[in-house]
C-alpha cells in the first residue's frame, strides 16, 4: 500500500507521529511537570490503531511512542503487538512505517522490558538522562530523597541501557540514545561527566536546550544554556566537527575528531527548525497538536466513534496538517506566546 504525504500551509509534510501513551510518570522532573492522574477519555488501543493507520495514509512514516512515562502502562504492549502484526502484512497501512521508536527515562526498563520490546517491532530506544552526579540527577528529576535517591536512579537507568543494548539495540546503528535537557545554572557542570559517560559507552548523547514548553516549569531565559555554548564547552575537553541537521530531523550532529563517536545538540529555543518539520503529536486522549508550544490541540475523540470511517478519520486528521501553519520556536521574540500552553509530559515530548 502506497501513501501520498500530506503537506501543510508553509509546505512541511508530515512524517513523523508522536503518540502519548500517557500523561503519567513515575519521575517528577521539574522543567516537565508531568500529572499525576490522566486525563479523562484515554484512547484505547483500537483508538490508538486507527489514528496511526490513519497517520500513515497521510504520510507518517516514523512513529515515536512517548509520554509521560510510556513504559508505566500496561496498554503499550498490545499496541506494539498489533503493529508489529499489521507491518507484516503488505497491503496494511502500517507497512509504511519504516520506523518505530520510544523514549523513556529508563527507570523501569529492565532484561525482560528491553526483549519485549525488541520482540514487538520496536526499533530505536532513547532513554533520557540529564546527570551522572547522584545529588544532580536527584535535583532534575524531582526526587525528594536527595543524591542517594539519585544514585538509585543512575544505577536503574544504566542498567536499562545495559538490558537495551543486550536485547539487540546498537548504539553503533543509532538505535540506542541518550537524551539531557540542560539547564543553566541548575545541571550545565554536568556536561562533560554525561558526555564522558556516552563516549564510555558508546552512545550517542543528544543535549537538548531547556524549552518554554507548558506553564508550570517557571521557564525563563536565563535558564536556556544555548546549544553553541554547550558544544563550546565539549569542543575545549574533546574537539568536534559539525556535521550538520538532516531536514526534517531535530538533532544537530558533531563527530568527535578523535574517533569518539558523535553528539547532538536540539536547539530548538536558539536554533530553530520550524521549517522543515514533520511532526505530529497526538495525546493519551486523542488531542492532535501540531506543534509544542501550541495552546491547544484539536480533539480526534470524534473521528474515533464507530460510525465514523477509516477515510472520515483520515481526512479529519489530514485537515488538521493540511491547516497548520504554525512556526512558533522561529516566531519567539518577534510574536507573544499564547499564555496558556500544554505542559510537555501530556504533549509526549
Ligand atoms: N518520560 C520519557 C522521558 O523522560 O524520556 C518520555 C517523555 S519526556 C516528556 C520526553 C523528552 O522530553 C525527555 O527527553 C525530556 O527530557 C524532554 N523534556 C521534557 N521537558 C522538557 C523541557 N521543558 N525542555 C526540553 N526538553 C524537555
Ligand atoms: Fe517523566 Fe520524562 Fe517528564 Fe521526566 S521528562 S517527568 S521522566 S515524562
Known amino acids: 500500500m502506497k501513501s501520498s504525504a500530506v503537506s501543510d500551509r508553509l509546505g512541511r509534510q508530515l512524517g513523523v507521529l508522536r503518540l502519548s501513551l500517557t500523561a503519567r510518570c513515575n519521575l517528577a522532573c521539574p522543567y516537565c511537570c508531568p500529572e499525576s492522574v490522566e486525563p479523562q477519555g484515554l484512547l484505547s488501543t483500537q483508538d490508538q490503531l486507527r489514528l496511526i493507520h490513519a497517520g500513515c495514509r497521510l504520510g507518517v512514516h516514523t512513529l515515536r511512542l512517548t509520554g509521560g512515562e510510556p513504559l508505566l502502562t500496561e496498554r503499550l504492549w498490545p499496541l506494539l503487538e498489533a503493529l508489529s502484526a499489521g507491518r507484516k502484512k503488505l497491503s496494511d497501512p502500517l507497512a509504511q512505517l519504516k520506523d518505530i521508536a520510544i523514549t523513556t527515562n529508563g527507570s523501569l526498563l529492565d532484561d525482560e522490558k528491553a526483549r519485549r520490546l525488541r520482540a514487538s517491532g520496536v526499533d530505536r530506544i532513547t532513554i533520557s538522562l540529564d546527570a551522572v552526579d547522584g ?14 535517591a539519585g544514585f538509585d536512579l543512575l544505577n536503574k537507568v544504566l542498567a536499562g541501557v545495559d538490558a537495551a543494548r543486550t536485547a539487540g539495540y546498537d548504539p553503533a546503528l543509532g538505535a540506542l540514545k541518550l537524551n539531557a535537557v ?6 550545565d557542570d554536568q556536561l562533560i561527566p554525561l558526555a564522558r559517560l556516552a563516549r564510555q559507552k558508546g552512545l550517542e548523547l543528544r543535549l537538548i536546550e531547556y524549552m518554554d514548553v507548558g506553564n508550570s516549569n517557571g521557564w525563563c531565559r536565563d535558564q536556556v544554556m544555548p546549544a553553541s555554548e554547550m558544544i563550546q564547552i565539549l569542543n575545549d575537553q574533546w574537539p568536534l566537527q559539525s556535521s550538520g541537521r538532516p531536514l526534517g530531523g531535530t538533532s544537530r550532529q558533531w563527530a568527535y575528531k578523535d574517533g569518539g563517536g558523535i553528539i547532538g545538540t536540539i536547539a530548538s529555543i536558539t536554533e530553530p527548525f520550524c521549517s522543515d518539520c514533520n511532526r505530529l503529536r497526538i495525546t493519551a486522549d486523542g488531542k492532535a497538536f501540531t506543534c509544542l508550544f501550541a495552546s491547544e490541540g484539536v480533539d480526534l475523540r470524534d473521528g474515533l466513534r464507530q460510525d465514523v470511517s477509516d477515510l472520515g478519520l483520515e481526512t479529519m486528521m489530514a485537515r488538521v496538517w493540511l491547516g497548520r501553519s504554525d512556526r512558533f520556536s522561529e516566531e519567539r521574540g518577534t510574536r507573544p506566546l499564547a499564555n496558556q500552553h500544554a505542559e510537555m509530559a501530556y504533549l509526549g515530548g
Not at 135 to 148: E, Q, Y
Open 182 to 187: 540542560i539547564q543553566r545554572g541548575k545541571n
Open 135 to 148: 545529588g544532580s540527577i536527584a535535583r532534575m528529576a524531582g526526587l525528594r530523597r536527595g543524591a542517594g
